[in-house]
């Protein structure tokens, strides 16, 4: 028989650890994340888009109004991948589901 032990831990205790090991996990992810096939932290277009997940024509869109800084490289057009995850913390809002 399996014996069952009842630990009991303070709402705070709990928020604490869960905040940590969701903390760990997106650490972990980013690492990863930054060591995968980029070309010297430049993104394609494709890869922008798909790390914002959005269509290449909004992609287009947003790289002409501003929102989203490109590096023009002989006939490519790159993103720099510092540029994607500031855009994904700041600039970049919905404007379908806007709130007034």
Do not use: C, F, P
Request: glycine share 4%; charged share 25%.
């Amino acid at each position: 028989m399996q014996q069952q032990i009842l630990i009991t831990v303070s709402l705070e205790d709990l928020e604490l650890l869960i905040k940590n090991s969701v903390l760990d996990v997106l650490k972990t992810n980013l690492v990863l994340q930054k060591e995968s096939n980029t070309i010297d932290g430049y993104l394609t277009r494709q890869q922008a888009s798909k790390k914002l997940h959005l269509s290449l024509t909004t992609l287009d869109t947003y790289t002409k109004k501003g929102i989203i800084n490109a590096v023009k490289i002989g006939h490519r057009v790159l993103y720099k991948e510092s540029d994607i995850d500031d855009s994904l913390l700041s600039k970049i809002k919905s404007i379908k589901y806007k709130i007034n």
